[in-house]
């Protein structure tokens, strides 16, 4: 067993396959070129942010610390070394997202809980993805 700054490398994590892995790195890839577009259209500010945000009743001023959030919490869950404090931040993100989307009384399912579903997704593409989160978060039963 060899160690690289502290981390043990060359050990073969029980029933990750690189299937999953690869598995997980796309799900990652997918969500993580939406939100990164969702953070960039938040410093740019086109004219369907703008309406977005005067219908949700967020000031336009928020637009650009909000996508500063989103950025930094992005780019920390795609990095393998901090993408758990990166899913926290996310998840912390999102619920925001639903809870603002609650208190305008959106569509449940639709709308309300879209967010939900990133933050679902978020998570499963890190189990996917990293052998530590899966021994954290066992999914199947031991045998």
């Known amino acids: ?32 070129a939406f939100m990164l577009l969702d953070a960039l259209m938040k410093f740019v500010q086109p004219k369907q942010v703008a309406t977005a945000f005067v219908r949700t009743g967020w000031p336009i001023q928020l637009s650009v610390p909000l996508g500063v959030i989103l950025l930094v919490s992005v780019i920390l869950w795609l990095v393998p070394r901090t993408a758990i404090l990166g899913a926290i931040l996310l998840t912390s993100y999102l619920g925001g997202a639903a809870a603002a989307n609650l208190r305008l009384l959106n569509p449940l399912f639709s709308n309300t809980l879209f967010p939900v579903y990133f933050g679902v997704l978020v998570w499963l593409a890190l189990w996917l993805r990293e052998p530590l989160v899966s021994a954290l978060i066992p999914l199947r039963k031991a045998s």
């Open 1 to 32: 067993m060899e160690t690289v700054a502290g981390n043990v490398v060359g050990i073969s994590e029980p029933g990750v396959s690189r299937g999953r892995r690869v598995t997980g790195w796309i799900i990652t890839g997918l969500l993580g």
